[in-house]
């Protein structure tokens, strides 16, 4: 069960951390890292614009709200395929790319790749370590084809396009890193090529091929297309915060190589999360599983 909390910060409480804050009018059933938790799955607005820092410093009569609820279980995790010696499954958004979220799944797994953690979708997971190696190894070749489905703000007018840049590191806010393309040339090599599936005047479907896997790479893309991911507060500012959206629209639909072992062709296909198609309604779009 979830509960709504609303709260407007006094003259002597501006200038208060939010964290400190929420601690002081909260009942003390909730701890510290639920509250993070809650902050950090964009649950807390100030001024009914999302808040995702538990540092902000506070101003006097802005307007707190939180939604928070009890623990919940930790969320099944589809497994798509496995073997003797990879699985790879649909990890679903808000999981973090860690080991230690996958080792009920078999013993032993070692993470072949990462996916963001608001990010859904193909995961693969090596169960050997020479595995491993083979797989990372077909990664650096770009022997590996992946296909993401992006919901982002707005029109996209052309069909299809080409982007290639050099990714730098640009700050550091809160502990998050914001990338961003160098005008210089300098810095990771990044290539991504997309296409429009349908267009609506409030947000698109873009089927992505990264040619490259570079960190934020599609967010960043789409970011500096003006078309930011539908839910991506930190690359997407106001244009993001679209439906009510608490995560970014971005699903890892389909990966597909020849296997390290077996030598044989793969293709592993991860069915859409219920938020992503709920995400479509508004907007009149086709789920894509529909379209095949």
Not at 43 to 53: A, G, L, M
Not at 205 to 220: E, M, Y
Not at 271 to 291: M, Q, S, T, V
Request: charged residues 30%.
């Amino acid at each position: 069960m979830s509960t709504h909390y609303r709260f407007v910060v006094s003259c002597g409480e501006k200038g208060i951390k939010l964290l400190t804050f929420l601690r002081e009018k909260l009942p003390p059933l909730y701890s510290v890292k639920a509250l993070k938790r809650a902050i950090d799955g964009k649950q807390c607005r100030i001024n009914e614009k999302i808040e995702r820092f538990s540092t902000s410093s506070l101003r006097e009569g802005d307007e707190v709200a939180l939604l928070i609820c009890k623990e919940k279980p930790a969320p099944e995790i589809d497994i798509l395929f496995e073997d003797e010696h990879l699985l790879i499954c649909n990890k679903p958004a808000m999981v973090l790319s860690e080991e230690r979220f996958f080792t009920h799944l078999s013993p032993g797994l070692k993470l072949v790749h990462r996916l963001d953690k608001e990010t859904s979708g193909t995961l693969i997971l090596a169960k050997e370590r020479s595995v491993l190696e083979s797989m990372t190894h077909l990664f650096v070749e770009k022997k590996i084809a992946k296909n993401y489905y992006a919901l982002v703000a707005g029109e996209v007018k052309k069909k299809r396009g080409e982007i290639k840049s050099w990714l730098y590191r640009k700050k550091k806010v809160g502990g998050q890193v914001f990338w961003s393309s160098s005008p210089l040339k300098k810095g990771l090599e990044a290539h991504t090529r997309w296409q429009v599936i349908e267009a609506r005047p409030k947000g698109s479907l873009l089927l992505c091929q990264p040619v490259t896997g570079k960190t934020h790479q599609l967010r960043v893309h789409l970011s500096e297309m003006e078309h930011p991911l539908i839910g991506d507060i930190q690359y997407g500012k106001e244009r993001a915060d679209c439906f009510g959206i608490l995560r970014q629209m971005l699903h890892a639909y389909s990966i597909s190589f020849v296997h390290p072992v077996k030598k044989t062709r793969m293709e592993v296909i991860a069915p859409f999360p219920a938020d992503f198609l709920h995400a479509l309604a508004p907007l009149k779009i086709k789920p894509p599983c529909d379209r095949f």
